[in-house]
């Protein structure tokens, strides 16, 4: 609810912050609101889609409304605004208040009529000057803020007489003079010649970056006074007005530094010289100095700033909008809320108060009822536990949790019974002993049976219970009696016996105990035997065996016999199996989910035609083994050899993926497929010639790290004809500084491979990058440029011997942009993405839109990053992609009207007479036909002319925001 002589906020709908803080701005305003109050409903419009009556609603609630907050929606819907969108808030101010004015335009009442003209209107003329004949033109134009160009640290007085300062037109700028009849040299200045009540100057911090393409925002520090003359600063004509002295009542923020996001929060000031700041819903009073309006700017810096500045002066590098208004004007003005909305408002302050007690009432009623119940919980405490000898109760825990939550249920203590009606010793920890005091009071405060409960069946399964003793079985219902309302009980005393657990379930527990612990023992003298070197019994599955090892076996899933019997129905020597006694055998058998079928026994052994099959086996695999063992010691040397040979010689062409084959065939303990003859074919293309390159095995122009073939000499050429008989050699040598290859390599298909195997490197998904951050001293050292194009191992080297760091940057896709790489980097660096410059093989990965592969980097390569040099004025997080195209207001209801309706006749605003559709004044009162009417004889311009007009106007101003301010 609203603090007593506080403020109302505003709902920030997703990113309205920027309108809610220049409603704020101009509610604060006391002779506008006044002006906004009389406004009336227009005929052409609906009143839900009036954004003049919306606004006047809204402007009612903020001043009369209990509510600590107000929600927007309606006004918003009203003008057709986004409210996911970000727009500018000067934008926003030049529309708003030009959609005012025209709604008012030719209006009786003078008062709206003028309304934005009285507040914020001013007039400055440009004044031109002939260099050759000294003629002046002049051209007067209408303001309804002053925009003001940043150029680095500055104050709002340098800022005022840039605004004013002559400009010279020379060159291919000069002035067509009408006097000297040709372009001349001249100088141009601008004259303010008229001054508004309220003064808004918009700091034009936001700019268009030509060399990005790209909006960025300046972060230059300006200095403005909380007193303002203007004096030293108009030129004003005729009669002088009275003062021209202003003082400072709102200041506009935009927190963040991109241009293409942040907050805005307004500080504003009220009668009493009091500041507040409007943050959305939360409006406070302003509990720091002024002085310190910017949180986010580094504290020293920010005093090294202030000590230059004047004394009483305010600094900020975040100011979007300063407004100054003529000293002790809005004390003049004391706007009352129209009746008619005062009155629904009154109702919704009644409701609120009204729904405000209730709910305090009801939090005191639960309070007092804590409270007795806490006073009753410590009395009862203190008697709930019996006294040595004394009779006790037993009482479910579960009630009593219930009852202590303040939940008031039967008495329930039937799930503490067991089959045969007695305490059920399992339920032990479900039950509390309690005094016999306590338990009359329980008794008497339980409900004596739930109508909304039923009993709880048992957990037990009710139809394979036996009677154990031949006692009637309790709380065993039937079907039809289980729905029966749920009554208290039964009370389980000391008295009568009752707590007492029952005998024969005490029997029962024991002799399953017993049985337990017989088991438990047979079991420990099984493991143990199982240990044993037993070489006469019986064969086991180990599988089996296994599975009982564990804690807590699951044998449904097993068999003693599982896989053992072989289809000759012997033992199968293939499976593991285990050699058990006759005695464990037995056991095993019994606790078996399934009775064995049959029996192995050690008399008989394995499987005669199962073992010789296997012998045989183990023979081939031995010998060949040692084939693959005498094939690696004759060929591994050569194949592991550098990879570029000598050139002198002939040497001769094997296919890589031959020598891939050969070394898994080869591997120990490997059992992979003998790799087979030699297929040259692998390296003649289509056309008969050579699909692959070799010349980088020859140790000229270039690397051969990974080749497609390998080259051998004529003497291990020979060996591999003995012993894989290639095919048609492959043949290069060096003659003369030439070097011969035959057959001849095919340009177009070893090209074609080469682009193949590239594209395969620089397409990956979820790769890892390595980025070497190069140190502040690093400079353009060309070692530091060598980085990504020497290789890994060298460029772990530079950077590890300069000082650099390497930060591995993982689930990086070949796909993505640069500039989402750029963000990655920043999660592991804390480098803003605008500071970083990327290199790789001395090329400058630069284009924040292109993707990672189109500059040809590869998985796990090495990237430099060095650090831009950091512009402390301007500062911009992530600018938008430069596709994104920036509609500002368009098809809003800022730029979009209705049209004008056509009437036979039209009443009139002040008299309410009906005048002929002629007559352009009343006839009567004479007061001016209203605006958004036609007679039937005009036609409706709207759409060529206002609306037009004002899509323009949004137009140029996005423009205008998007141009250097310097030029």
């Known amino acids: 609810m609203r603090e007593e002589k506080g403020l109302v906020g505003l709902r920030n709908l997703g990113a309205t912050c920027y309108m809610n803080a220049l409603l704020q701005c101009l509610y604060m305003n006391k002779s506008f609101r006044e002006g906004v109050y009389q406004m009336t409903p227009s005929r052409d419009i609906e009143r839900s889609e009036d954004a003049c009556m919306q606004l006047v609603e809204l402007y009612s609630r903020l001043q009369v409304s209990n509510q600590k907050y107000l929600d927007p929606s309606d006004f918003i819907s009203s003008i057709k605004l986004n409210p996911h969108v970000q727009q500018d808030p000067q934008e926003f101010y030049s529309l708003f208040i030009a959609l005012i004015e025209r709604r008012h335009e030719g209006h009786a009442n003078s008062r709206l009529k003028d309304l934005i003209k009285n507040e914020f209107g001013g007039k400055y003329r440009y004044v031109t000057t002939c260099q050759q004949c000294g003629n002046q033109t002049m051209s007067d134009t209408e303001f309804n803020d002053l925009s003001l160009s940043i150029k680095g640290n500055s104050t709002l007085s340098n800022l005022l007489k840039d605004f004013s300062a002559e400009e010279s037109m020379t060159d291919g700028n000069q002035y067509n003079c009408e006097s000297c009849q040709r372009l001349v040299d001249a100088t141009r200045k601008i004259e303010i010649t008229a001054l508004p009540p309220v003064i808004n100057f918009q700091l034009l911090r936001f700019y268009y970056d030509q060399t990005t393409g790209q909006k960025r925002k300046r972060r230059s520090r300006i200095s403005f006074p909380q007193m303002l003359d203007m004096a030293s600063y108009v030129n004003i004509q005729g009669k002088q007005p009275p003062s021209l002295m202003y003082e400072l009542s709102g200041i506009l923020i935009h927190k963040g530094t991109s241009a293409y996001g942040g907050h805005y929060v307004a500080h504003l000031k009220d009668d009493d010289g009091k500041w507040w700041v409007f943050d959305d819903e939360s409006v406070k009073p302003l509990d720091t100095k002024l002085e310190d309006i910017d949180p986010e700017e580094d504290s020293k810096k920010k005093e090294q700033k202030k000590e230059k500045e004047e004394k009483g002066n ?18 003049e003005f004391d706007p009352t809320v129209p009746k008619e909305i005062q009155h629904a408002i009154q109702d919704t302050n009644d409701m ?3 729904s405000i007690k209730e709910y305090q009432t009801n939090l005191d009623i639960e309070k007092s009822e804590n409270e007795a119940r806490e006073i009753l919980y410590n009395d009862l405490w203190k008697g709930i536990h019996p006294k040595p000898k004394e009779e006790f109760y037993w009482i479910s825990r579960e009630w009593l949790q219930e009852w202590i939550k303040g939940e008031k249920t039967v008495l329930d203590n039937h799930h503490l019974l067991c089959q045969h009606g007695f305490v059920d010793f399992h339920k032990i920890s479900k039950m509390k002993r309690i005094s016999s005091w306590a338990w009359q009071y329980f008794w008497e405060n339980s409900p004596d049976q739930d109508e909304n409960m039923e009993i709880e069946e048992d957990s037990k399964d009710v139809e394979n219970m036996e009677d154990v003793a031949g006692l009637p079985l309790v709380g065993l219902e039937k079907e039809e009696e289980k729905k029966k309302p749920r009554k208290k009980g039964p009370i389980l005393s000391s008295e009568d016996h009752t707590v007492f657990p029952c005998l024969e379930c005490l029997k029962l527990e024991g002799q399953r105990l017993q049985d337990s612990r017989q088991d438990k023992n047979r079991r420990d003298k099984f493991l143990a035997e ?21 804690k807590d076996p699951n044998l449904e899933e097993v068999n003693p016999i599982d896989d053992l019997e072989c289809p000759h129905g012997g033992v199968n020597p293939r499976i593991e199996f285990d050699i058990v006694t006759k005695d464990a055998w037995e056991y095993f058998s019994s606790i078996a989910s399934e009775i064995p079928s049959k029996s192995f026994s050690t008399k008989n052994g394995t499987c005669k035609e199962c073992t010789d099959e296997l012998d045989r086996e183990q023979a081939a695999w031995d010998q060949s083994q040692k ?19 000598p050139t002198k010689g002939v040497r001769y062409a094997i ?22 003859k030699i297929d040259q074919n692998d390296l003649i293309c289509d056309h008969g010639r050579l699909r692959f390159d070799p010349t980088p095995l020859l140790n000229i122009d270039g690397d051969a790290q990974d080749p497609d073939v390998f080259l051998v000499d004529e003497k291990h050429w020979q060996m591999l004809i003995e012993d894989y008989d290639p095919e048609t050699p492959v043949t290069c040598f060096t003659q003369d500084g030439n070097h011969i290859i035959e057959p001849e390599i095919c340009t177009e298909c070893s090209q074609a491979e080469f682009q193949k195997k590239r594209d395969a490197k620089i ?9 070497v951050e190069a140190p502040s001293d690093a400079g353009s050292s060309s070692e530091w440029q060598t980085i990504g194009s020497s290789g890994s191992r060298r460029s772990n080297r530079i950077a590890n011997k300069s000082g650099g760091k390497q930060h ?110 002629s007559l352009e004044y009343c006839g009567a009162c004479e007061a001016k036909r209203p605006d958004g009417i036609l ?21 140029k101003m996005r423009q205008a925001s998007q141009v250097l301010i310097e030029t």
């Open 314 to 331: 305010i600094g900020s590098c975040n100011a979007y909008m300063l407004i100054y208004s003529l000293q002790g004007r809005n004390k």
């Open 352 to 354: 609120l108060v009204a």
């Open 530 to 550: 199982i240990k044993k070197n037993v070489t006469d019994g019986y064969y086991i599955a180990e599988s089996f065996l296994k599975e009982f090892r564990k």
């Open 627 to 645: 084939e693959r063992l005498s094939q690696r010691k004759k060929y591994l040397p050569m194949f592991e050899a550098k990879s570029k040979m």
């Open 655 to 676: 296919p890589k993926s031959w020598q891939n084959r050969w070394k898994q065939y080869v591997t120990k303990d490997s059992d992979s497929v003998h790799p087979g």
């Open 763 to 771: 397409h990956f998904e979820n790769g890892e990058l390595i980025i």
């Open 808 to 917: 591995k940057i993982e689930g990086v896709n070949s796909h993505d942009t640069i500039q989402q790489l750029k963000l990655r980097i920043f999660e592991v660096t804390s480098i803003a993405p605008f500071l970083i410059a990327l290199t790789k093989d001395g090329v400058a990965v630069d284009d924040d839109d292109k993707i990672i592969s189109s500059y040809e980097i590869e998985n796990h390569s090495h990237i430099l990053l060095t650090k831009r040099p950091e512009d402390t004025e301007i500062l911009d997080e992530a600018p938008v992609p430069r596709h994104t195209v920036e509609t500002g207001f368009s098809g809003t209801g800022l730029t979009n009207f209705p049209p004008k309706r056509k009437v036979s006749q039209w009443t009139c605003d002040a008299c309410t007479l009906e005048n002929d559709p």
């Open 935 to 955: 007679t039937e004889s005009e036609d409706d311009g709207t759409t060529d002319g206002d609306q037009t007009r004002c899509e323009s106007a949004a137009k």
